[in-house]
């Protein structure tokens, strides 16, 4: 590990050495020196951590730049088969203005009609829409009334309509937007009050629409040739809680708990039963589900980034290359290696695991008596390690078509879930929560069969539900 080409690591070592070579340190002076050094390399090691080489957003980096696009061979523009945004003349306009010829300002003359020439403006009109229901009362001549029945979802005097739910929910879980903020835009923009409590019962009535889509989900993802499985840190109530994400590119489920490991996913209830291939990031508790795993790639180019910019381990670049060759080669190839190819690449592999031994052997346990456990290893061993042990899972993208090369699908569809918490702070309470991820996941998946999440909102409050939903069952 350098720092402005200075050997942090070298000094280290040579401070340790010097420690254990003075026998006139007392203890309580040797324990002191040692937890500074564990400090100072603990503190050295986050210098020169960046997005390449660690878990850290992009946003992080000091002085960062923009990365020029690599050239392509491609014309500029939008590419064959893309769907463009541009706007079109529609065949049935909501209002046509007629402008006629000033024939006073013409030649004279003789003119005849033969036609029109068009051009069409897009615009919005935000208003409010009251719909009153009269029903007709009528009596006979004994004096008895009898009234028309009003419609099955008319049942006060005064309601909010369908419109008003889909747009406060897509406004709240799709948009994020916080209560008060919606709130204003209802009053400012359509002149209706909306209350809090309004907005929350318009959630949770969708919560409680989508039960039975969520449970069909669950369903869906344990049956999946493969699944992809992330966590991340909520805040729920001032506590830290974990959302665990499980989707493909077809299904996504979320689920608050209060736990990261196998008590929240067994509490989820797809992984006991899912039997295909799970995607991850090496978090332990996956390995407890008896099914096939895949691990992110996109994580091990970033430790093995680090382990040759902070540790000098060459072996580590020569891994990041070799990996990095073998995705390009297997996109090439259309999913999947064939069988020679991919067991030349297995070699190499090999290869460089072997180097790593040499590069970063495994540290001998000292002869000092008293000392018990496991020892303590550098990042770059465990790195090696897990690289060694879990070569299968790591090169599962080489040989199926369908396993990703990471997890980035998984991480995707959590990411929002950092945006919805750097609005609003945190959720005020787990019931929250569960709305959030219950109607964020069908909105998710949604997206992904094609339907927007206004239309899936407006389906859903008219006691429907997307296509796709009926036709795969």
């Given at each position: ?331 090439d190839a259309g999913g999947a290696l064939d069988a020679a190819e991919s067991q030349k690449y297995r070699r190499q592999y090999q290869d460089l695991i072997k180097q790593g031994e040499i590069e970063c052997p495994e540290p ?110």
């Open positions: 590990m350098k720092i402005e080409n200075i050997d942090i690591q070298a000094a280290i070592e040579k401070a340790q050495a010097l420690i254990r070579e003075d026998k006139q340190i007392s203890s309580a002076v040797r324990s002191m020196f040692e937890i500074l050094i564990l400090i100072i390399t603990l503190l050295a090691n986050r210098l020169n951590l960046n997005s390449t080489n660690s878990s850290k957003p992009p946003s992080s980096d000091p002085n960062r730049q923009r990365r020029p696009r690599q050239k392509s061979d491609k014309k500029a523009g939008g590419q064959e088969g893309h769907v463009g945004t541009t706007l079109k003349k529609v065949e049935t306009p909501d209002r046509i203005e007629t402008i006629k010829v000033d024939r006073r300002k013409l030649p004279m003359g003789i003119y005849r009609h033969i036609g029109y020439e068009t051009r069409q403006v897009f615009d919005i009109d935000i208003s409010r829409f009251v719909t009153e229901y009269q029903a007709e009362i009528v009596m006979d001549e004994k004096g008895n009334r009898f009234v028309a029945p009003f419609p099955k979802d008319v049942t006060k005097a005064v309601q909010y309509g369908n419109g008003i739910k889909t747009h406060s929910v897509y406004m709240s879980q799709f948009q994020l937007l916080p209560y008060n903020r919606i709130q204003d835009y209802f009053a400012d923009q359509l002149q209706i009050p909306l209350s809090e409590g309004s907005i929350f019962n318009f959630n949770n009535e969708a919560f409680q629409l989508l039960e039975d889509f969520e449970n069909r989900v669950k369903n869906e993802l344990a049956q999946a040739g493969v699944a992809n499985a992330d966590e991340t840190g909520i805040n729920i109530g001032g506590k830290r809680y974990w959302l665990h994400g499980l989707s493909n590119d077809r299904w996504t489920c979320y689920h608050p708990h209060e736990k990261r490991g196998a008590d929240a996913m067994d509490d989820m209830g797809i992984l006991p039963r899912f039997k295909g291939i799970l995607c991850h990031d090496h978090w332990k508790p996956y390995f407890t589900y008896n099914c096939i795993h895949a691990l992110c790639n996109a994580h091990h180019l970033r430790e093995l980034q680090r382990a040759w910019e902070q540790d000098g381990q060459n072996w580590a670049k020569n891994m990041k290359t070799l990996l990095e060759t073998i995705n390009r080669k297997v996109i001998v346990r000292p002869k000092e008596k008293g000392k018990r456990g496991r020892i303590k290893k550098s990042k770059s061993r465990n790195l090696l390690e897990r690289l060694d042990n879990y070569q299968n899972e790591v090169l599962r993208f080489m040989d199926i078509d369908f396993v990703p090369f990471t997890n980035n699908l998984g991480e995707n569809d959590i990411r929002m879930t950092k945006v919805q918490q750097k609005i609003s702070g945190c959720f005020r309470s787990i019931e929250g929560a569960r709305i959030f991820c219950r109607i964020r996941g069908y909105l998710s998946t949604c997206r992904k069969q094609g339907v927007s999440s206004s239309r899936a909102l407006a389906l859903l409050f008219d006691g429907k539900l997307p296509d796709f939903v009926v036709s795969e069952v």
